[in-house]
């Protein structure tokens, strides 16, 4: 009996948290802790299951319907000017027409990276799509965004990245303030270009780069050179 209880509370806890945004510990930990039929690391524990249970619900929102990821991806492959780089949970797989792409993805950006023959092959499921287009951005723009972008969020992602995604950096921010019992006032997150933007707006104390564009600079009243050196006034 007390353990369909604790299912109950547990479920009840995850289904509250994603309706209401918060986090289902916040829920399941008070009302365990009243019942008082379980020790604390018990209670503990559930708390970080309903977090992980949330968390495994909130990633599969954003993962791209594999066809239409696909279609999208060989249209950027097919492009002579384009490199298409397709994201994975923890791998970015490329089909290479220039070598260099590769060295910059794998030593410059820092991603795990593996070369595939085509877009069919990426074996697992599909978060993200992003066509690599130095010096080509208003045209890669004009060329993808008309037709892929109701499908999928578009977001300029450095000079020479369009990305395609179901989710965004303000998607993220939710689910981490959430899992980690923060509020998003107590947030100070820094960006430098369109695609942070929905976190920025979210964060109780955003930075934008003085590098970035002006366009994104003037949003914002607070400004900084490095991150470092806003880190060290606190």
Known sequence: MILLICCGIAFAACLLGTVCGMGGGI??????????????????????????SMSCWSVGRTLLRREAALDLSREIFAHPDFEVLISGAN?????????AV???VHYFVGNNTTQIPAP????EDIVKVSAYCP???????SALVPRWGEQFRAAVAGAAWLDFTLADKGTGLRQLCRALDIGLEEVMAFGDNYNDLPMLELAGRPWMM???VEDLRVRFSNRCREVAEVLRTL
């Open 120 to 123: 069919e092959e990426v074996p």
């Open 102 to 104: 590769v060295e910059l």
């Open 91 to 99: 791998t970015s797989y490329l089909c290479p027409k220039d070598p």
């Open 27 to 52: 829920v399941i930990k008070p009302v365990l802790d009243a019942i008082g039929v379980l020790p604390v690391p018990t209670i503990t524990f559930l708390s970080g299951c309903t977090v992980i």
């Open 210 to 212: 003085d590098s970035a």
């Open 135 to 141: 010096g080509r951005m208003e045209e890669t723009k």
